[in-house]
């Protein structure tokens, strides 16, 4: 079974830096990683994702340029490094898995329990 685990959201004041973690257990073979987040009163959104081999990715146009995902083999992890944050960057932020090698995937099975992440103005 597969478990997703996030850390390092928190408060941090616009123009700060967070960095995200999610933590994969339970899947064997490739698989793609994506990023969302939803905020109070609004539909889940894309934020990113990467795929299978780390090395494309693609973004959200809110958030390109100020956001990196990567990944750690070794330590099946992937990382939302995020940058210049706004206050309407403040949400819950969920990492998901979507299998298998298709870019981008489409569907994502597996999620996480979501990190809460708040900017303030």
């Known amino acids: 079974q597969v478990q997703l685990v996030e850390s390092g959201g928190g408060l941090v004041q616009a123009g700060g830096s967070l960095r995200l973690s999610c933590a994969a257990s339970?899947?064997?073979?490739?698989?793609?990683m994506g990023w969302f987040r939803q905020a109070p009163g609004k539909e889940r959104e894309f934020v990113g994702a990467?795929?299978?081999?780390?090395?494309?990715?693609r973004y959200a146009d809110s958030v390109k340029g100020r956001f990196t995902i990567s990944r750690q083999y070794a330590q099946n992890t992937v990382y939302l490094q995020m940058n210049s944050l706004k206050p309407e960057d403040t949400a819950v932020y969920y990492c998901?898995?979507?299998?298998?090698?298709?870019?981008?995937?489409?569907?994502?099975?597996?999620w996480g329990q979501g990190t809460q992440v708040t900017v303030s103005s």
């Open positions: 339970g899947r064997t073979g490739s698989y793609a």
């Open positions: 998901a898995l979507g299998p298998g090698s298709r870019w981008p995937p489409s569907a994502y099975d597996d």
């Open positions: 990467i795929d299978w081999t780390g090395w494309v990715t």
